[in-house]
């Protein structure tokens, strides 16, 4: 019975999971473990990192800093899971790259490495109960004991090897990178995005971009399984597109999360519609690589102002689908407006009621309201817009507003315009769910 119980290990059905482990690391666990016990350990271990994100909050910072997390504990827990298939006597699995490269981005984040171990401490413990509780189910009560003793056993020698080799790999990539000029130039930033006084010649001289100027900032973020090319590669040479297509006379280019690059273009006075309208006419779709622009700005704090919208911006895109290049011109009432997701939630449903709901034919009735009205209440130019007759437009227009509560009637047509604009925003990819979205 040793360690057969785990081919019996099945997710919970209510709480689906999306990997963020490569395609090749998912099959091979498959392979040796079963799809429901692969199943189970990633749903495990997203429940682990967001224990971990409430008691350690230093791992957090944004989307990216969770992913990096998520990545980290399914590693971890598929391990985990290996070890309990196995017997004590044989080599403990090593860590995998994705878990060691997570833990070398925590050292660059600057986590201390006391709470990076306490973060593998919560997560083995919490692994170790549900690993407990799969026991009580699955295995004859005149076994439990013995298996109990057994994973206690292997547990203790996992979390052993496991921390002491996140230890070592954390200061190897700590001591790396502050003697890094990588590490200078992040310090630099981090200043310039915290609005601290900065020495503008020094500065410039650090990151070699000239901090005066119009710049537009971009984040780009990328997806392991996109391409066989490395992620880094991709993002680098995505952003050094972007910048020719765009004139840029300089470009800075920072590595901020996994997977994740911070660019700065300096650029002529141009408008932000301008610059969009050429990247989206100029570059074709670069694969495996999105991106998020921020608006023109000028000078040192024009660098931070732009990046936080860049930042926005790609909160935003980072749930809906559409286009590889998200503007901030774009999305900014709606980013506006979902900073705090459930008072979002509340308004629209609040605002457009049983319009809100889900479905093609639903969707396609707030799109035309929501055409309509931004273009004045025009069905003419609507049409235009959406492609269809002028009569299709009037016909949805009523469709919609009759789903409208009653009470709507008291309602400005702005907060009306607004509610369709954050359902617009929440249109998501398969297997994403963006937190207002009306359930």
């Known amino acids: 019975m040793r360690g057969q119980w785990l081919q019996w290990l099945r997710p919970d059905p209510g709480r689906l999971t999306e ?8 099959a091979a666990a498959r392979t040796e473990l079963g799809a429901g ?6 749903q495990s271990a997203d429940a682990i990192a967001e224990e971990v994100l409430r008691k350690v909050p230093e791992h957090g910072g944004g ?35 994705e878990a060691l490269e997570g833990c070398r981005e925590f050292a660059r984040r600057g986590i201390p490495l006391e709470l990076v171990l306490r973060g593998v401490r919560l997560g083995h413990a919490q692994l170790a109960r549900g690993l407990a509780a799969a026991v009580e189910e699955h295995v004859p009560a005149d076994q439990r004991l013995a298996e109990l003793r057994r994973i206690d056993d292997l547990m203790f020698t996992y979390v052993d090897a496991h921390s002491s080799v996140m230890a070592e790999e954390y200061i190897a990539e700590r001591d790396r ?3 890094s000029d990588e590490a200078a130039r992040r310090a630099v930033i981090d200043e310039l995005l915290a609005a601290r006084p900065v020495d503008r010649e020094a500065a410039a001289l650090c990151l070699r971009y000239d901090l005066s100027g119009t710049h537009v900032a971009a984040v780009l973020w990328g997806d392991d399984t996109a391409t066989a090319a490395p992620a880094a590669q991709r993002l680098h040479h995505a952003a050094s597109t972007m910048a020719r297509a765009l004139g840029a006379a300089r470009t800075l280019v920072i590595p901020a999360h996994d997977n994740h690059v911070w660019a700065w273009f300096a650029v002529s006075g141009k408008t932000d ?3 969009v309208r050429h990247l989206r006419s100029s570059l074709p779709e670069p694969a495996g690589v999105r991106a998020a622009l921020g608006p023109p700005a000028p000078g040192p704090h024009g660098m931070r102002r732009s990046h936080l919208g860049a930042l926005q911006a790609q909160r935003m895109a980072s749930h809906a689908s559409g286009s590889w290049l998200c503007d901030y011109q774009d999305i900014r009432l709606a980013a506006l407006v979902t900073a705090d997701p459930e008072h979002a939630r509340w308004f629209v449903q ?11 034919r639903l969707r396609e009735l707030r799109e035309t309201l929501r055409v309509y009205l931004a273009e004045e209440r025009s069905p003419r130019a609507a049409a235009e817009r ?30 009306v315009r607004v509610a369709l604009e954050i359902e617009a925003a929440s249109a998501h990819r398969p297997g994403a769910e963006l937190e207002y979205k009306v359930p």
């Open 19 to 26: 990997p963020v482990l490569s395609p090749a690391e998912l």
């Open 37 to 42: 016990p692969v199943e189970w350990a990633l």
């Open 63 to 97: 989307p990216a800093a969770a992913t990096t997390l998520r990545r980290v504990t399914q590693s971890a827990v598929l391990t985990g899971l290996h070890v309990m298939a196995s017997d004590i006597g044989r080599p403990l699995p090593t860590l995998t790259e």
């Open 177 to 179: 990178w502050r003697g």
């Open 273 to 275: 519609e301008d610059y």
């Open 350 to 360: 609040e605002v457009l009621g049983p319009l809100a709901s889900e479905g093609a």
């Open 386 to 415: 959406l492609h269809v007759a002028r009569n299709t437009v009037t016909y949805r227009v009523k469709r919609a507003e009759d789903l409208l509560p009653v009470t709507t009637t008291a309602i400005t047509s702005l907060e």
